[in-house]
């Protein structure tokens, strides 16, 4: 079984603040993906990469791939009250679904 | 733009009482996922549908049923419910499985067994 760690569980920064978060594996992936959830809803895709090494920016939101594709990380810089939500990276392996791990939970506080 | 569509939004019921949550998407989507969510535990799969037709079990299958009605709907079925299916349910829908497997979410529904 795929397994997918995710940390720090919880993380509450001041605005402005920068930040990473972790999501690690002893599995290969072929890709990893990562989405963020808002209270109440549903979460939304926000980046997959797919390459060894791959480095994805998405305004202040840094994605990089591990270049074992075993590991990725999220790295928000200058954080934003609107950044608050849950993390969740999901590793995709071949003929098995989407795998996730548990989560960030992160709040910004202005 | 209604994407995936997921009722009802809230449900409470009684140990041993079933119900149907029913799921819906627009995207022309082949497959189509259900999955809880409960707290410290992340998301884990029930069953999932690959493409129409076909339906196999997830991570946490015990107490579920599904039913593929046509490519659009994918309704998940307690027979049974148990205090312990207390969860926040969500439908997820993708163009199809494997390389580039991206999910579209429903808005979820919050059903507890009392």
């Known amino acids: 079984t795929q397994l997918l760690e995710q940390s720090p569980q919880f993380l509450s920064i001041q605005e402005g603040e920068n930040l990473t978060v972790y999501c690690n594996s002893s599995s290969v992936f072929s890709s990893l993906q990562w989405y963020r959830q808002e209270p109440g809803e549903g979460p939304v895709l926000l980046v997959t990469v797919v390459t060894g090494g791959e480095v994805k920016k998405l305004k202040r939101l840094t994605f990089q791939f591990g270049d074992a594709r075993k590991d990725s990380s999220l790295h928000i810089t200058a954080a934003q009250p609107g950044d608050t939500g849950l993390y969740l990276c999901a590793g995709e392996g071949g003929n098995t679904p989407l795998v996730f791990g548990k989560g960030t939970r992160l709040s910004v506080i202005a | 733009n209604a994407g995936v569509t997921q009722t009802p939004k809230f449900q409470v019921l009684k140990t041993g009482q079933s119900m149907t949550l029913q799921c819906a998407q627009d995207?022309?989507?082949?497959?189509m996922y259900w999955y809880r969510q409960d707290p410290g535990m992340g998301l884990r799969l029930i069953y999932y549908?690959?493409?129409?037709?076909?339906?196999d079990k997830g991570e946490v299958p015990n107490g579920y049923n599904v039913s593929r009605l046509n490519k659009r709907e994918f309704s998940l079925r307690l027979e049974s419910a148990a205090p312990s299916q207390t969860s926040v349910y969500f439908c997820?829908?993708?163009?199809?499985?494997?390389?580039?497997?991206?999910?579209?979410f429903g808005s979820g529904t919050q059903l507890s067994v009392l």
């Open positions: 549908s690959a493409s129409e037709g076909t339906t």
């Open positions: 995207m022309n989507h082949n497959s």
């Open positions: 997820a829908s993708s163009l199809h499985r494997g390389v580039d497997e991206k999910l579209f």
